[in-house]
């Protein structure tokens, strides 16, 4: 019997960071990755879709907090859940108002059993459209 598995979106300028990601992760989810904010924007453009996004705020090119942004005014996109994982304070995050929209803040470097049970909460509460 084949189960379908959620997709993942990670976004972050660190390969290291994307690599142990999508290392923790894809046995369980589909997992693509985008080295910025810029590079996720045209994938999601692309016609391709994720469950969630998972996206580092400190990025050159478009950063989370400008494609946080620009998720949440696009209506067909605005759905799809945010996790962030950054090296910035929660509160340095919080205070900026792009952000009232994100669910979840991890600090780098993240652990395994803490990210597994936020995504997995995430996708339980989500509303797909």
């Not at 189960?3 to 976004?11: G, N």
């Not at 995050?93 to 803040?105: Q, Y």
Request: hydrophobic letters at 45%; proline letters at 5%.
């Amino acid at each position: 019997m084949n189960e379908i598995r959620h997709s993942l979106l990670i976004v972050d300028d660190e390969l290291t960071t994307r690599r142990l990601l999508t290392y923790l992760l894809e046995p369980y989810y589909n997992v693509f990755c985008a080295e910025n904010g810029e590079k996720a924007k045209k994938w999601l453009e692309a016609g391709n879709t994720a469950d969630l996004i998972i996206t580092d705020i400190e990025m050159p090119i478009m950063n989370g907090f400008e494609l946080i942004e620009m998720l949440t005014s696009e209506p067909s996109l605005s759905h799809i859940p945010v996790m962030v994982i950054s090296s910035l304070t929660e509160e340095s995050i919080k205070d900026n108002p792009i952000t009232s929209g994100v669910k979840v803040i991890l600090k780098k470097p993240v652990e395994p059993k803490v990210l597994f049970w936020r995504v997995e909460q995430l996708l339980s509460q989500a509303v797909y459209l």
